[in-house]
């Protein structure tokens, strides 16, 4: 008898994301789902039974269409991002190149993609959906009502995925499987990310939140979140939570809403499967490679600033890798971006101290984005250093050097976004707090050149480079409280205490690294 | 009596915390100033590890080693500037053009900047590249990057000169200027190789001496005719299939349901 080719497929994608699991991944569905089972039936309707009178007020308002709209939006949009940004990231070509070769149809692989990935998110979706049936259940919520709740929440979550999947095949298909296409990926995946972050921010803020509990008057997002099936839905879980009961409680609208969202999803299904013959295709788009533009004055004065020679050249070099990796570009101007929204979605401080604080936590990132590619490309790229006399410091300087080059000029834009919120400037003293994030930013380069050496990372994976980010993040955090502890932040001695710890710790880091560094084998 | 350009005495590398995985044990030998010495052994055996070792790229565990005169953990400055290395798997900056690359690693080299230029140039030119000098390596082949990097290996123009697997990713053609390449480095500017490969016609019309490691320790060493004749064989092929244990008779089919001889 014939396997069912998606149905194979889909064990291979669940097992391959849950191999860190080891030998539990087969129970994982089970462990995860006895918890909540127990949580939804017992612990947070008993929580939920105390506050039985808000809840009541709460779903009478019309806040509560706005807040499961905004929840079921936000799930639609993070699950459809989601399988794009990974999948663009991952870049794994070589897999498709097995997967085409074998006698199976294009549908299967995409099918297989997201039958497969299905568990391991809807062991998420179940539980944010149990909670919410849970918090309902004091009010006299039926059991059909209840698992139609949960339906909407898994419909919502299937629609996006398979739309997130298709999407991503797609895009792929469409950047080719060139190196180039590669490097466009990688960079599109951070690019995807931002308009997700953005949106956060602004239901954060409460923008999304006002906007849409402005009902009076309809207005452009309350129009384009209805077209969303996330809409659907959410107007069937309130009505649900204001006509609680059984089968009989039940208005003609809201099965039929219900049932809205079963055709979007097997309408989203059929397409899909007639699209996944133009996916998953190893077709590069073009067979041209790119050349190396003619050095310019950009490169000759970086030479210049380099000192010229020898050294000179080495910066150079390492300077056109890392600035012709759209990736990285990507990483810089995600940090940018991030200032950008934390400005427009948070700003307003009255101080300059004020403005600035959000861009202590930031340079972190930014550092480590920009440093952080130093072992990346694996030992062998560290060899040629190795092998060379004295290799190993021309390594460690000319990155130095290259990465204090890119940090100082996105320091001054950020700093620049980051005090535009700031009302009455005092321009002599902005600029004097420039200069101090730009020589902040300097020991930061070098404490993150240190850590990145110290424990290196050798592989591209956004989530590897993430440990020695988030060590560099918490340290800034540390300073920042030790400020705030010692009632000096906003002070000179604050911001001097803080460049202190930062470059007697990246000193202390880079010695270590560049011990690890010789030691690496 | 030749100078000696390597000598290795109980050269040893070990992994692991108690040094259990053994990579190198014991390795005793000389290369000769001149010479073309071939290092085989089946994957795994312990010839990378030899290479990198005579690279001070890894440190030795025990034993001692010079090269050019220069002690092993002592002079490795010395020694990596005397040295050229084609890697088995070598790092390469994909975003680098090939002559970008070239410049690149004679900087690292400290060739002069007169000097690099035309050497580039004429590496390139050599190595028929020289049209796509300006195209990012990320587009090029297996093969163009393997002559590439053994441009890249010749541009400080060493004395001494390590090949691991110089030719198994290219074409004839490449593969044929490769060997004669080498064959006039060795001949006519004196330089001494040391090539590690598996494509045996290769070793056997470029070597003077080729030495047989496997599971990390030297179990033979000698000329052609040497090893023919200590082993009784008539192919290299045969005498390093002796040394190196052969092939285990294994049923090759076993492996198939038993159905007739054609299905």
Same mark, same amino acid.
């Given at each position: 008898m014939r396997r069912r080719k998606w149905l194979v497929l889909a064990k291979n994608a669940y097992l391959i994301r849950t191999s860190s699991f080891g030998g539990l991944r087969y129970a994982l569905p089970f462990l995860i789902g006895v918890p909540v089972v127990v949580a939804m039936f017992i612990i947070v309707p008993w929580i939920a039974d105390f506050f039985l009178d808000e809840l009541e007020l709460f779903f009478l308002s019309s806040a509560a269409v706005a807040f499961i709209q905004i929840i079921l939006f936000t799930m639609f949009i993070l699950f459809l991002t989601f399988p794009i940004s990974f999948s663009l990231n991952s870049g794994q070509e070589e897999h498709y190149e097995v997967l085409l070769s074998a006698p199976l149809k294009p549908k299967d692989v995409i099918l297989g993609k997201f039958v497969g990935d299905m568990p391991f998110y809807s062991v998420g979706v179940i539980a944010a959906s149990s909670f919410l049936v849970a918090l309902l259940l004091? $009010?006299? $919520?039926g059991v059909i009502q209840a698992i139609m709740i949960m339906g909407i929440f898994l419909l919502t979550f299937f629609s996006a995925l398979w739309i997130g999947v298709v999407l991503a095949a797609m895009i792929r298909s469409k950047i080719g499987s060139s190196a180039r296409g590669k490097d466009v990926g990688k960079a599109l995946s951070m690019a995807v990310a931002l308009p997700m972050v953005g949106l956060m921010y602004a239901i954060m803020s409460g923008m999304v939140y006002s906007a849409l509990l402005d009902s009076g008057s309809k207005g452009p997002l309350a129009f384009a979140l209805d077209l969303l099936p996330s809409s659907w839905g959410a107007d069937v879980v309130v009505s649900f939570a204001l006509n609680p009961g059984? @089968?009989? /409680?039940?208005?003609?609208e809201e099965p039929l809403r219900f049932a809205a969202m079963i055709v979007f999803f097997v309408g989203a299904l059929w397409v899909g499967t007639k699209l996944a013959d133009r996916a998953y295709s190893l077709e590069s788009q073009s067979l041209s490679s790119n050349l190396a533009r003619p050095e310019g004055q950009f490169y000759r004065t970086v030479r210049a600033v380099s000192g010229g020679g020898s050294f000179g050249s080495l910066v150079v070099s390492v300077f056109k890798d890392y600035g012709r990796r759209l990736e990285n570009v990507s990483k810089v101007v995600y940090i940018i971006g991030l200032v950008m929204l934390v400005t427009f979605f948070f700003g307003g401080a009255e101080d300059i101290e004020g403005g600035l604080i959000m861009l202590l936590f930031l340079l972190p990132f930014l550092s480590g984005f920009i440093v952080g590619e130093v072992t990346v490309r694996g030992k062998e790229n560290l060899f040629i250093y190795r092998k060379a006399p004295r290799g190993e410091m021309r390594l460690v300087k000319a990155r130095i050097v290259q990465s204090i080059i890119v940090m100082v000029p996105l320091t001054v834009i950020a700093s620049a976004i980051s005090l535009t919120s700031v009302s009455g400037l005092d321009m002599g003293y902005a600029l004097l707090m420039v200069l101090y994030m730009v020589a902040l930013s300097s020991s930061l380069i070098i404490f993150s050149l240190g850590l990145f050496l110290m424990f290196p990372v050798f592989s591209e994976k956004p989530a590897d480079m993430m440990g020695n980010v988030m060590i560099l993040s918490f340290f800034m955090m540390g300073c920042f409280f030790a400020t705030l502890f010692l009632s000096l932040f906003g002070e000179a001695a604050g911001w001097l205490l803080i460049l202190t710890l930062t470059s007697a710790s990246g000193i202390v880091a880079l010695l270590l690294g560049v011990r690890n560094l010789k030691a690496i084998e | 009596m030749p100078k000696t350009m390597i000598s290795t005495k109980q050269l040893s590398k070990s992994y692991g915390k108690s040094g259990q @995985? @053994?990579? $190198? /044990?014991?390795l005793t030998l000389d290369v000769y100033e001149g010479e073309t010495f071939g290092l085989l052994g089946p994957n795994g055996a312990g010839k990378t590890t030899t290479v990198r070792l005579l690279n001070c790229i890894v440190k030795p565990t025990g034993g001692s080693a010079t090269v050019g005169g220069y002690d092993?953990?002592?002079?490795s400055i010395e020694i990596k500037r005397m040295t050229g290395l084609l890697a088995e798997s070598p790092g390469l900056y994909e975003k680098l053009s090939a002559q970008e690359f070239l410049e690149f690693m004679g900087a690292l080299y400290d060739v002069p900047t007169d000097t690099l230029s035309s050497r580039t140039d004429k590496l390139l030119r050599l190595f028929g590249l020289h049209s796509r000098r300006n195209h990012l390596l990320e587009g090029y082949s297996r093969g163009m990057k393997q002559k590439v990097l053994i441009a890249a290996a010749l541009i400080h123009d060493p004395p001494l000169l390590f090949f691991d697997e110089p030719t198994s990713t290219l074409d004839p053609n490449a593969a044929l200027m490769v060997k004669d390449l080498m064959k006039d480095l060795a001949e006519n500017a004196g330089k001494t190789i040391v090539v590690c490969s598996h494509i045996l016609p290769v070793v056997e019309e470029l070597c003077d001496r080729i030495g047989v490691i496997n599971r990390g320790a030297l179990v033979a060493v000698g000329t052609m005719n040497e090893l023919l004749e200590k082993t009784g064989k008539d192919t290299l092929e045969k005498a390093y299939l002796d040394i190196t244990g052969g092939v285990q008779q294994k049923e090759l089919l076993s492996w198939r349901e038993l159905r007739s001889a054609k299905t």
């Open positions: 004091p $009010l006299g $919520l059984g @089968v009989s /409680d039940m208005s003609l | @995985v @053994v990579a $190198l /044990d014991k092993l953990t002592r002079d």
